[in-house]
């Protein structure tokens, strides 16, 4: 069945640390990761994506790591600030090409 | 550019009844997918257009069901509704259909609509 979930529901990082996000898939086949951060009220927003045949990419802030091996997926935000506090979820796309979302991790940012 | 558009935000209807949802994507996008999100399940795939052309489903019962008009602007309908249909409805839009890698494939999602239903 569908099974692309996360390690932690939620995440408290203080103002200015690193976060650091996972996820897990099951589906070997899947080739194509994307984060997404949804804040209240709003529809998911895209962060960052990486493609199977790499195991890095980085972004404005954002670094994704991508473990074929184990099947693991992270997200790391560097100097995390208020704006970060959302839910965050990890998707990939698996099979007959449709978007397989995580349950969410929600980040918070203690001042 | 105006970003992915939902209408209404906010719904509440009443058990056996249907509603219908719209859904206007970015400008220059062909593609559009619709996606149930509620606490429990978290975000789950109704189904893709493209084109005009329904090209994926998710494991939904036949009460969901959608269209996508030749301006890609997409509805979808929900008939006879149950307590478990209210969530929130996200409609996201991309340039391409989701495949794997192209930065054509980018979802772009609405704020979603909230149905509720009594």
């Known amino acids: 069945g569908e099974s692309v979930g996360l390690h932690l529901p939620t995440l408290s990082v203080q103002e200015g640390d690193n976060s650091i996000i996972n996820c897990a898939y099951s589906?070997?086949?899947?080739?194509?990761f994307i984060w997404y951060k949804q804040e209240s009220g709003k529809g998911p927003q895209f962060i960052i994506d990486?493609?199977?045949?790499?195991d890095k990419r980085q972004g404005q802030r954002v670094t994704v790591l991508l473990n074929k091996t184990v099947k693991h997926l992270s997200l790391q935000i560097a100097a995390t600030q208020p704006g970060d506090s959302a839910v965050y979820f990890c998707?990939?796309?698996?099979?007959?090409?449709?978007?397989?979302f995580g349950q969410g991790t929600r980040l918070t940012i203690n001042p | 550019k105006a970003g992915v558009t939902q209408t209404p935000r906010y719904l509440i209807k009443t058990r056996g009844q249907q509603v219908t949802l719209s859904c206007s994507p970015i400008s220059g996008h062909r593609s559009v997918s619709w996606y149930q999100q509620t606490p429990g399940q978290g975000l789950q795939f109704l189904f893709e257009?493209?084109?005009?052309?329904?090209?994926n489903k998710g494991n939904f019962p036949g009460r969901f069901s959608g269209r996508q008009f030749s301006n890609s602007r997409s509805e979808m309908n929900v008939s006879t509704l149950e307590l478990g249909d209210s969530a929130l409805y996200l409609c996201?839009?991309?340039?391409?259909?989701?495949?794997?890698?192209?930065?054509?494939?980018?979802?772009?999602f609405g704020p979603g609509t909230r149905l509720t239903v009594l």
């Open positions: 257009y493209f084109s005009e052309t329904q090209r």
């Open positions: 589906n070997s086949a899947s080739d194509y």
């Open positions: 998707a990939e796309i698996r099979g007959a090409q449709k978007l397989v």
């Open positions: 996201a839009s991309s340039l391409e259909p989701p495949t794997s890698g192209s930065s054509a494939d980018t979802q772009y």
């Open positions: 990486i493609r199977s045949n790499m």
